[in-house]
């Protein structure tokens, strides 16, 4: 399984991005997809996931600032991220497991700078 993100970029204090990952295989195929990060120096962490069926989970930082989604016509998940911080800067990693299948899969990652 191929993820392909898009999205990333260099955003001030406050602004907003949005994140799309777009999987080679079917979203409704997918048992889980989710977000992670990484920033300089720092241990890759969960930002947020949702598991077909429809249970979301968020990592307390981004709570109430950012949304995963899905679109199964777009065949994309995405990640929108509002209010912005500099602590969220990091390269963002699409990461999926599909169904009946133990595999990991994680995309090539995009860059996200928040400027104070």
């Known amino acids: 399984v191929q993820l392909v993100e898009s999205g990333g970029g260099l955003v001030q204090v406050g602004g907003s991005l949005r994140l799309s990952c777009k999987p080679s295989?079917?979203?409704?195929?997918?048992?889980?997809l989710a977000w992670y990060r990484q920033a300089p120096g720092e241990q890759r962490e969960l930002v947020a996931e949702r598991i077909n069926g429809g249970r979301i989970t968020y990592a307390d930082s981004v709570k109430d600032r950012f949304t995963i989604s899905k679109d199964n016509v777009a065949n994309a998940v995405y990640l929108q991220m509002n209010s912005l911080k500099p602590e969220d800067t990091a390269v963002y990693y699409c990461?999926?497991?599909?169904?009946?299948?133990?595999?990991?899969?994680w995309g090539q990652g995009t860059q996200v700078t928040v400027s104070s």
């Open positions: 295989r079917s979203i409704p195929s997918m048992r889980l």
């Open positions: 990461y999926g497991q599909p169904l009946g299948d133990r595999a990991e899969y």
